[in-house]
């Protein structure tokens, strides 16, 4: 069974910066689209950033403009540059993968989640 893994989460002042990384331990075909997954404590798991095989990229109005995802497609991975870092970014990201198995359908991949705490 192919995993997500994921690094680059941490403890940061308001204002900083972190880098997550998200690479399956396998192979993954036919991948749709992959992004990035936000839960605060608290509160329900809400999509950030998503980038599709084209390289198209879309964000949460919250994230946007200091937020950048992009993807290594050699590698089938994805990243998250997160920039100007407020404490309401502090949560669990989870980096996601959507493959496209044809007339089987969709199927999701999730990273196991990588803490970041933001401090005021």
């Known amino acids: 069974q192919v995993q997500l893994v994921e690094s680059g989460g941490g403890l940061v002042q308001a204002g900083g910066s972190l880098r997550l990384s998200c690479a399956p331990s396998?192979?993954?075909?036919?991948?749709?689209?992959m992004a990035w997954y936000h839960q605060a404590p608290g509160k329900q798991r809400g999509r950030v950033a998503t980038?599709?095989?084209?390289?198209?990229?879309t964000y949460v109005d919250s994230v946007e403009g200091r937020f950048t995802i992009s993807r290594d497609n050699t590698k089938n991975a994805v990243y998250l540059q997160m920039n100007s870092l407020k404490p309401e970014d502090t949560g669990v990201y989870y980096c996601?993968?959507?493959?496209?198995?044809?007339?089987?359908?969709?199927?999701?991949?999730w990273g196991q989640g990588t803490q970041v705490t933001v401090s005021s």
């Open positions: 980038i599709s095989n084209d390289g198209t990229t």
């Open positions: 996601n993968v959507l493959q496209d198995l044809g007339w089987s359908g969709r199927f999701m991949y």
């Open positions: 396998g192979s993954i075909s036919s991948i749709s689209s």
